[in-house]
């Protein structure tokens, strides 16, 4: 069976039901990702409203405090202390009347204050103020109980803070025709450093209803408030606020009391075992999306915020969504098989290609030139072919570098004998030239100071010549440098000034154009005597008059230093030879030819790299690249 009716075949019989889980899958997972997403904005919004609803009571709670220091109440409290005594104070009426006064304007600016009462020690009522418009300022009994607390009144607000303000639930008199769906907020009054009274504020909770009135509601969701109070049964599961009743803080609704009495009693269920989730309804009609929220300071009691979605909501945009995916995957379907035959026919085409590529390949054709074609799978194998072509050349290049490698040691090998061999010749007369400076120093007079300053200049170079000497004789004998830190600068600051000299003959400066401050670690005589045979092969090859340029670079592996002359540069044949013992393109009698060995030999101890290449502006740049680390050479095992 030819390639491309397989290929019609298996796709063919692969697209229909792979498109058919691909279009349900993807709505099902849209579906289910979008709903995520709803349940986090909607959790989102939760948290949004307690933050407005707990930036509102934090207010109210701190207008409270802020209303035990107003005048009116701070003349009155010697009329409470009078009245702890069995006494009546002098201005009785006039204080108690200001403070009516007040407390009724007060009360029309902030309606969210229900009723304000001030207290005596006994919790005697010593004045009432109501929304209701009425105003009780008698000195009447103490607060009759609407239902059985335990302990007395009074010792209830003995133990509150003295300094602070408490949130309690206090007992009502039994004619007070309003449940306040808020805890009482209790202000202890101080006089004389001692408590005289309380302030007692039953809140009405009108700002709360202004706020979840005016809370947008996505989705046409139904908000839902209820107090949890484990310790007072009564209270406990009370609805504050209901969107389907038209119940709120400071109006009565129609609807069930109590959140137990709500979708079966699962939402009930839900908030005493987590304080914030998401939970359906047992019809799974609706998602109903809770958080718990503490209003109260050091309080158990606690408020469950609620919103109540409607599934269909969610689902909706979802309805037409599937109609349009199943009417694409019918049209997808027809298309699959048309396209099918078609990239058949398209795959036999790119492997023939690779084919007649591969049999060039053999023949000898190294030049691997395949365009990209058909589908992944061809892709990949034509991507293999040209990575197997190119990692053969790569092999083949590194073995031409290895055996030049090779050849090179060699060479060098050579040039330790011979080095070792002149460097015993060397020694000698350098000795008799350093014994016969120490003589001539100490023959001439103490007034011969230019002689003195020629035959330091003698020794010097004397010196210089027997460490060159000496690392001839490393080199031979194949001494690891001594591995040592030391500055940058200065140590080419002072190869400048060792052929300064050389290159003022020549009519020739030698300048630093730039260097890094920072060391370096290696042989430092060593590598001078490299930077030294550079700095004199520029000097030599530049023209009168020009400078030759010493620069380094940093970067996060190695030090390079370069040295670039103004000379003709170098011919292309001789380019693969400029390492070679004995080679010089200098005159007879000017070089020896060993100078660039030597250097390559002693940067490849160092595990750097030494080049010399022509410079795109003219002349020859010789650079040279050392490591920032140490290369890994154990100097105690090889000395």
Same mark, same amino acid.
């Given at each position: 069976m030819r390639l491309k009716t397989n290929i019609f075949l298996w796709v063919a019989t692969a697209t229909v039901v792979p498109l058919t889980v691909l279009v349900f899958g993807a709505a099902l997972y849209s579906e289910a990702q979008y709903r995520r997403d709803v349940d986090h904005e909607e959790a989102a919004n939760l948290d949004n409203l307690v933050s407005d609803i707990d930036r509102r009571l934090r207010i109210e709670?701190?207008?409270? +405090?802020?209303?035990?220091?107003?005048?009116?109440?701070?003349? #009155?409290?010697? +009329?409470?202390? %009078? %009245?702890?005594?069995?006494?009546t104070h002098p201005q009785l009426q006039q204080r108690r009347q200001d403070l009516a006064r007040f407390m009724s304007a007060f009360q029309v600016v902030v309606p969210s204050l229900r009723v304000i009462r001030v207290l005596d020690l006994d919790g005697n009522t010593l004045l009432r103020a109501g929304q209701d418009g009425t105003l009780e300022a008698d000195l009447g009994g103490p607060l009759r109980l609407e239902r059985p607390v335990g302990g007395s009144y009074r010792e209830r607000l003995a133990q509150l803070p003295s300094q602070e303000l408490s949130i309690i639930d206090l007992p009502y008199p039994r004619d007070d025709r309003f449940y306040s769906p808020m805890l009482d907020a209790v202000q202890p009054l101080h006089s004389d450093g001692r408590i005289v009274g309380y302030l007692v504020v039953s809140m009405w909770g009108s700002y709360t209803d202004q706020i979840l009135d005016y809370t947008p509601r996505p989705r046409g969701g139904e908000l839902l408030i209820a107090e949890l109070n484990p310790d007072d049964p009564i209270r406990d599961g009370r609805i504050l606020y209901d969107d389907v009743s038209n119940a709120g803080f400071a109006r009565l609704g129609g609807g069930p009391e109590r959140i137990q009495d709500y979708f079966s009693g699962s939402l009930w269920d839900a908030v005493q075992l987590s304080p914030y989730g998401v939970i359906d309804t047992p019809g799974k009609s609706e998602r109903i999306y809770f958080v718990e929220y503490h209003p109260y300071p050091g309080q158990l009691v606690s408020w469950v915020l609620a919103n109540r979605v409607d599934v269909s909501s969610l689902i909706a945009p979802f309805q037409r969504i599937r109609i349009g995916i199943l009417l694409f995957a019918g049209v997808a379907l027809i298309a699959s098989m048309v396209v099918a035959r078609l990239g058949a026919r398209q795959v036999s085409r790119p492997v023939a290609e690779l084919s007649r590529v591969m049999k060039d390949y053999a023949h000898g054709h190294t030049q691997v030139d395949i365009q990209d074609q058909g589908p992944d799978e061809i892709r990949d194998l034509q991507q293999s072919f040209v990575y197997l072509a190119e990692t053969q050349a790569s092999l083949e290049d590194e073995r031409d570098r290895a055996r030049a490698l090779v050849i090179q040691n060699a060479k060098l090998a050579g040039v330790g004998k011979l080095a070792a061999g002149i460097a015993h010749e060397i020694n000698n007369p350098i000795s008799n030239i350093l014994s016969l400076v120490k003589l001539a120093e100490r023959e001439l007079p103490p007034d011969a100071e230019g002689a003195r300053e020629d035959i330091a200049g003698i020794r010097d170079e004397a010196i210089r010549t027997s460490r060159i000497v000496q690392g001839l004789?490393? #080199?031979?004998?194949?001494?690891?440098?001594?591995?040592?830190? #030391? !500055?940058?600068?200065?140590?080419?600051? !002072?190869?400048? %000034?060792?052929?300064?000299? +050389?290159?003022?003959?020549?009519? +020739?400066?030698? %300048?630093?154009e730039q260097c890094d401050e920072t060391e370096v670690q290696g042989d430092r005589n060593q590598l001078q005597q490299v930077l030294i045979n550079l700095l004199v092969n520029a000097a030599q090859a530049s023209e009168p008059g020009s400078t030759v340029i010493v620069r380094t670079n940093r970067d996060e592996q190695s030090l390079q230093i370069s040295v670039r002359d103004t000379g003709p540069g170098l011919a292309e044949e001789i380019c693969d030879k400029i390492f070679d013992p004995f080679f010089t393109t200098k005159p007879v009698g000017e070089g020896s030819g060993l100078g660039l060995s030597i250097s390559l030999g002693i940067i490849q101890a160092h595990g750097g790299q030494l080049s010399l290449n022509n410079h795109p502006d003219g002349g020859v740049i010789a650079r040279i690249a050392l490591p920032l680390a140490s290369p890994p050479t154990d100097t105690d095992d090889n000395a």
């Open positions: 709670r701190g207008m409270i +405090v802020e209303l035990t220091k107003v005048t009116p109440l701070i003349e #009155f409290l010697p +009329v409470v202390v %009078a %009245a702890d005594l069995g006494e004789l490393n #080199f031979s004998r194949q001494v690891p440098p001594k591995f040592t830190h #030391f !500055e940058i600068r200065p140590w080419i600051e !002072e190869s400048l %000034a060792l052929v300064r000299q +050389v290159a003022m003959k020549r009519g +020739v400066t030698c %300048a630093i």
